[in-house]
């Protein structure tokens, strides 16, 4: 199935991990055919690992259940790789342990592979922006992860109440307060009447005063601070 429309996707370099070849070849060739550049495919962790890191894509579409190494592993090394890769799970498993495993694992979004053709491309889109892009029922599950992880005790992350501590801007703490809120890149440019690219810079900018890796990290840490409250 093809989609003509034009846009950012153009220039998304995507990268397809499935250990069934019919599955993994129909899903290059879909994205190809509506103008992502599929860089590299894989169909077994090991090879997942030494492709991604010689290819770079922007976005890897990985399922979880894969030879010589779990999807979830694969994820944890190439995020901890580059943590500008966007993942996103496309699995058969809807078992909230399996979503849960590859949110914490780096992930930014999970999708069952009942979803449609339309479904995945949108879904890629997003996701090459940082959208958190789950099937729906899903993005409730996850918030809800989010918030017990941030009841338990974490690695200590710089206290931007402490002297020295680096300071986040007005606009970042509240670009951080709407992320701890569950609101998608998009929907926090619409709030705040800034573009998407404004708001994806703030949040590297934030992730990088507070030495944080990704979203999973950079919500927990706003959730222990109470700014999803406000």
Same mark, same amino acid.
């Given at each position: ?25 129909a ?11 599929? @860089? $590299?495919?894989a169909?077994?962790g090991?090879?997942? *690992?030494?492709? +991604?890191?010689?290819?770079?894509? !922007? =976005? %890897? ?17 190439? @995020? $901890? ?7 996103? *799970?496309?699995? +058969?498993?809807?078992?909230?342990? !399996? =979503? %849960? ?15 449609s ?10 996701t090459? *922006? ?16 989010y ?24 606009r ?39 030495q ?9 840490y ?9």
């Amino acid at each position: 199935m093809t989609d003509t429309t034009s846009g950012p996707q153009d220039r998304i370099k995507v990268m397809v991990v499935d250990d069934h070849p019919m599955w993994r070849d129909a899903v290059a060739r879909d994205l190809a055919e509506s103008g992502f550049d599929v @860089v $590299a495919t894989a169909g077994d962790g090991d090879q997942a *690992v030494r492709r +991604a890191k010689a290819a770079a894509p !922007d =976005v %890897l579409v990985l399922d979880l259940n894969l030879p010589a190494k779990p999807g979830v592993q694969v994820c944890k090394e190439l @995020v $901890a790789h580059n943590p500008a890769l966007r993942v996103l *799970v496309l699995s +058969a498993s809807g078992e909230h342990a !399996d =979503v %849960l495993e590859a949110v914490k694992s780096g992930a930014t979004g999970y999708l069952l592979k009942s979803a449609s053709t339309e479904e995945l491309l949108d879904a890629v889109r997003r996701t090459a *922006v940082g959208d958190p892009v789950f099937t729906p029922g899903l993005a409730g599950l996850v918030l809800g992860e989010y918030r017990r992880l941030a009841s338990e005790p974490a690695p200590a992350a710089p206290d931007a109440d402490q002297p020295g501590a680096p300071q986040l801007t007005e606009r970042e703490t509240e670009v951080l307060r709407l992320v701890a809120k569950g609101l998608s890149y998009k929907q926090i440019a619409e709030r705040l009447v800034i573009s998407h690219r404004t708001v994806q810079n703030h949040v590297q900018n934030t992730l990088g005063k507070l030495q944080l890796h990704n979203r999973v990290e950079l919500v927990r840490y706003a959730i222990e601070r109470g700014l999803d409250d406000e």
